[in-house]
């Protein structure tokens, strides 16, 4: 018997570990376990084992375990603990974020999908005619699944009776399409073979590859991880977010073919628990997948790879906030791997990092086909005072004719969805809300419904004032809206929209994607789901209808999140032949992150920003930590706000708040923001002062770690 220290998902223990013994199971690290704390059947999370000593409690035994083996082996194990301590999360939250969600120790976790299989046990019995038949069949196969053997065969019982076949239960494993190795390998060029041969196989480090849109990056990255496999490695491909993985997924397998498992938030539990254990049972060594797979259960990594690295997706948006860039550098180090990050627009952060040594710097400067497309700054004031539509200008509206008499291809992005970006009471003016958050609503025209883009309400009733429905008006143009006014306009024109709404099911996503690459559409309009990662030959006219938009947020990365969406989308017009051609419709013509987008400046641009942030000093000049207090009841956010203020004593630590935010899904929120120059210093005085505030007081509390975004 063995005593053995718990994490248990309760967040009254934070992170303390509860005391059980094994009873007369074998436990090790790593399992998962059944126990009964307070009457409840739980299921916990096994951090140590070790001989009975004496304790002043009575220790009760665990009821089962789970796992037949560990789940984390020790690398991951650390992981969780790192971001237990850097994150300043629970330690249970940072074991789950790590399992895929079949195996989290979660006592809500799903089951796994089971399959009946048959394997042949004795081969020397005597057998009628059709029974010798069935043998030879699963002969054929060495094991096959009982449901194809009873199609040729239905006595199978009476086999099993005589001992010849086992039927046994079998986790369902997910079948990875085949898919044909056809992608050559490309002769690199003289600037990408300079850049290869800079990177060092078999030591950590970090590279940041800052190669201008089209530069080849990809191919580097894909004969690095060529060099990887020689060497017995596996490789880790992370990207952005599921509206780039269809494009990579094809270029990596099609190199790679069936060594490549996908990972992404579109797969189902069933489906990411089978990559997981096929990364697990070294049966592929190549992963490309979003977020999540940096948690993969890598043995030996050769390589990874974090393309478009300054992408806000790679932050975890809830607890705990990690950065994927974080721990890929801890795996690159555990691993003594090379870790490349990126980006045609690296983070401020990772720039100033690579310009202080901190990471290698690698460049790309030219195209492949040195082709840069011709962009047009489009000044939406100046075409409102000539009374023109202030989304689809003259010069847009003629771009896209003169592409379609071509028989060429045109993207249009507009950030925002559905029909009507906002509804106003016709009586009053009034901008209608959403019931459980301070932000306006939205129409869709599609179903009919006005629908909250915060929190998912949604309904499709008009409001009701003194006993009758109001009438609404709405304003602002979303995808939907804009799709109508295009096939309107240019009634001849094929015209399919990628947003989320277009891309709830299945599949949705890269069947657009396929049609609109086979020509099967003139017209692509979409969100910034289309901004990234596409790269279609025949597309010779980008149209960014709202440039502003970002520029209009308040947060202090919000220019820099417009240079990255102006430079992505640019970007991708004039790959092919054609030389392409971006329009940009904008307030802000002359604005520098419009600029230096336009001419890929983004040397000019890191300058310019660098000089507000350091003003300002906002990151990388500072570290920030954000807390968010949120109850139902307002004045307990800021009462808790202030008694977390008066709890935190750190020298050179700046805070900033309380600050009422707007309430979302029903909570009022408040926020204080530490800054600070010493990261290390300020998330321990941090931790500190919330383990004190925990016990006394019960408002909740978000922390965030070098929060992304500010609103
Ligand atoms: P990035 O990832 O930097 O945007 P890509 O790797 O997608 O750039 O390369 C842009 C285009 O150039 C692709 O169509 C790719 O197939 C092509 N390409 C990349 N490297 C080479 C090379 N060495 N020789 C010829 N074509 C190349
Ligand atoms: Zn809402």
């Known amino acids: 018997m063995k005593y053995l220290d718990v994490y248990i998902e309760e967040s009254f223990l934070n992170n303390q570990t509860l005391t059980y013994s094994s009873g007369s199971f074998h436990v090790e690290v790593g399992m998962r376990v059944n126990i009964m704390l307070r009457n409840r059947s739980m299921v916990g999370f096994v951090a140590n084992v070790y001989d009975p000593i004496d304790m002043d409690f009575k220790v009760s035994e665990i009821t089962g375990v789970i796992d037949d083996s560990p789940l984390l082996n020790s690398e991951l194990f650390e992981i969780a603990s790192w971001m237990k301590d850097n994150t300043l999360s629970p330690m249970i939250r940072c074991l789950q974020t790590i399992l895929p969600n079949k195996l989290k120790p979660k006592s809500s976790a799903t089951p796994l999908k089971y399959q009946k299989v048959v394997y042949l046990v004795d081969e020397t019995q005597s057998l009628t005619q059709k029974q010798e038949e069935a043998v030879a069949f699963i002969k054929e196969q060495n094991s096959c699944l009982l449901k194809d053997l009873r199609q040729i065969y239905n006595g199978y019982k009476s086999l099993v009776d005589k001992g010849v076949i086992e039927v046994v239960d079998e986790v369902v ?46 191919e580097v990255y894909l004969q690095a991880a060529q060099t990887a496999l020689k060497m017995k490695r596996q490789v880790l491909i992370l990207v952005p977010e599921i509206s780039l993985t269809p494009q990579m997924i094809r270029r990596v397998s099609s190199r790679f073919g069936e060594d490549v ?54 932050k975890q948006t809830n607890v705990p906030y990690y950065h994927t860039r974080d721990i890929a550098v801890l795996r690159s180090e555990y691993h003594h791997c090379p870790l490349i990050l990126g980006s045609a627009s690296p983070a401020l952060e990772s720039y100033a990092r690579a310009l202080k040594g901190n990471y290698t710097l690698l460049e790309l400067h030219d195209r492949i086909n040195h082709q840069f497309p011709t962009v047009t700054v489009i000044d939406t004031q100046a075409a409102l005072r000539q009374k023109q539509s202030a989304w ?58 006005i629908r909250c883009h915060q929190c998912g309400y949604q309904t499709h009733q008009l409001p009701i004032v003194n006993g009758k429905p109001v009438q609404l008006v709405g304003g602002g143009v979303g995808t939907q809206r804009l799709q109508e006014q295009i096939e309107k306009l240019f009634p001849q024109a094929r015209v399919t929209r990628m947003d989320a709404d277009s891309t709830q099911r299945k599949g949705a996503h890269e069947r657009i994607l396929t049609e609109f690459i086979d020509h099967k559409y003139d017209i692509l309009i979409g969100t910034q789901m289309i901004a990234k990662g596409l790269d279609i030959e025949n597309v010779t006219l980008v149209g960014i209808i709202n440039a502003d938009e970002t520029l209009a947020y308040t947060d202090y990365r919000s220019i820099e999140m417009t240079f990255d969406l102006l430079l992505q ?23 520098y992150a419009v600029i230096c987008a336009v001419n890929e400046k983004y040397k000019h641009f890191f300058k310019q920003e660098m000089s507000y942030r350091k003003v300002a000093q906002y990151p990388p000049y500072s570290y920030l930590i954000s807390l968010i207090f949120q109850d139902e009841d307002d004045a307990a956010t800021l009462k808790a706000a202030t008694l977390f203020e008066s709890l935190f004593k750190a020298d050179d630590v700046q805070i900033i708040g309380p600050t009422a935010l707007r309430r979302l899904q029903n909570k009022h929120r408040n926020r204080i923001i530490l800054k600070g120059k010493d990261l290390e210093t300020m998330i321990e005085k941090c931790g500190e002062a919330l383990e004190v505030y925990k016990k006394i007081n019960k408002t909740g509390v978000v922390v965030d770690v070098n929060p992304m975004t500010l609103e």
């Open 569 to 591: 989308a640019s970007g991708r017009a004039g790959r092919g032949k054609h030389r392409g051609e971006v329009m940009i419709q904008t307030f802000n013509p002359d604005h």
């Open 261 to 314: 498992a996908i990972y992404h938030s579109a797969l189902n539990d069933q489906e990411k628990y089978e990559q997981y254990m096929r990364v697990k049972n070294n049966e592929v060594r190549i992963v490309v997948g979003t977020r999540s797979s940096v948690f993969m259960p890598f043995e030996c990594l050769g390589l990874i790879v974090v393309d478009e690295e300054h992408d806000l997706s790679y």
């Open 392 to 449: 689809l200008t003259t010069p847009l509206l003629e771009g896209i004719q003169k592409r379609l008499d071509h028989g060429e291809q045109v993207m249009l992005l507009l950030n925002r969805r559905g029909y009507h970006t906002l509804l106003k009471v016709a009586d009053t003016n009034q901008v209608l809300q959403c019931q459980n958050c301070e932000v306006a609503l939205n129409y869709h025209k599609e179903d009919r419904s």
């Open 173 to 218: 494993l997910y079948q990875e399409q085949v898919v044909e190795q056809t992608y050559e390998v490309l002769p690199l060029t003289a600037d990408q073979k300079n850049v290869f041969d800079a990177i060092k196989f078999g030591e950590s480090n970090t590279y940041l590859l800052h190669g201008v849109t089209g530069s080849g990056k990809t």
